[in-house]
């Protein structure tokens, strides 16, 4: 029995990668309550996030298998202090300037893995090799939400990025 599942693991190691990319970026929904509206708040009440775009790296390759054709950028977080704890609210990115050529930002508000009050989003895409990559250039509005569906002002960041860069 033991020198099957020997012979089963080396069989699967020997085979040509044919699995997706196995990279996560370890984002999660935020869920809000369904039922109420959404309401813009005044800005005392739930501030606006201080936003940076970290790192964007494009595809290196054709291969989903190796990761070689996502790509990557990161948006580091930082909460300010107030009523409301980084845990207690999602961010919504939302893109109001440019076309998004690939899915990099999900629908609803979503929530990244928090150091203090601080969180860093990853977020990725295929997009393939270099030749057939597209021009990145977006404004995206970053705003808190909180569970019952309030939201904060935005904080615009820019996201550009050329074709294998």
């Given at each position: 029995m033991k020198s099957r599942g020997v012979v089963l693991l080396c069989?699967?190691?020997?085979?040509?990668?044919?699995?997706?990319?196995?990279m996560t970026n370890r984002l999660a929904p935020f869920?809000?309550?369904?039922?109420?509206?959404?309401?813009?708040?005044?800005?005392a009440e739930i501030p606006a996030p201080v936003v940076v775009v970290g790192e964007?790296?494009?595809g290196i390759g054709p291969?989903?298998?190796t990761c070689d054709d996502t790509g990557l950028l990161?948006?580091?977080l930082e909460w300010p202090r107030g009523k409301h704890k980084l845990r207690d609210v999602g961010f919504l990115?939302?893109?109001?300037?440019?076309?998004?050529?690939?899915?990099?930002?999900?629908?609803?508000p979503i929530q990244a893995p928090i150091e203090g009050r601080n969180s860093d989003f990853l977020f990725m895409w295929q997009e393939g090799a270099p030749a057939q990559q597209k021009t990145i250039d977006l404004q995206i509005d970053v705003r808190a939400v909180t569970r019952d569906n309030r939201r904060g002002p935005a904080t615009r960041i820019v996201v550009r990025a050329a074709p294998g860069g």
């Open positions: 069989a699967l190691l020997a085979a040509p990668q044919a699995h997706a990319c196995g869920v809000t309550d369904a039922t109420g509206a959404s309401a813009e708040t005044p800005d964007i790296v494009r291969k989903h298998a990161t948006v580091m990115f939302e893109v109001v300037s440019g076309t998004q050529p690939y899915s990099i930002f999900p629908e609803g």
